[in-house]
């Protein structure tokens, strides 16, 4: 890796992060629940994106280089596996555990199927 596509990468990074503020923010002033729809929301579409970018990638549609500012740049700030656990973790402690159980495998479902989506439109092109 370069130093010029390190630094593109950290800055794809830092705005991955903010729009994730972004997106969760918003999700969270018009749902108001315990439950994490916001971060669930947020990992599915993540998910979804990096599947369209990696088969985008793999069908020579986009260079691997800006795959790798998109996928690990900017959707690896965007998504987020330890808030997801994190309040998986505060749901237990608050003896919610049906629904912790059901934000960790609804999360894991949605996000994978969402991937698999995402690779299968990206690679259609």
Do not use: C, H, K
Not at 82 to 111: F, H, K, N, P
């Amino acid at each position: 890796m370069t130093l010029p596509l390190f630094i593109v990468v950290v800055v794809a990074g830092g705005l991955g992060a903010g729009v994730r503020f972004v997106v969760d923010g918003l999700i969270r002033s018009r749902i108001r629940t315990a439950f994490p729809w916001a971060t669930t929301v947020v990992n599915v579409s993540g998910s979804f994106a990096l599947g369209v970018v990696i088969g985008a990638a793999l069908s020579n549609l986009l260079p691997p280089e800006l795959a790798v500012v998109l996928g690990t740049g900017f959707l690896g700030g965007y998504t987020t596996f330890s808030t997801a656990s994190y309040e998986s973790v505060q749901l237990i402690r608050q003896r919610r555990l049906a629904a912790s159980l059901v934000s960790g495998v609804l999360m894991l479902v949605l996000s994978v199927a969402a991937a698999a989506l995402g690779l299968w439109l990206g690679s259609a092109f």
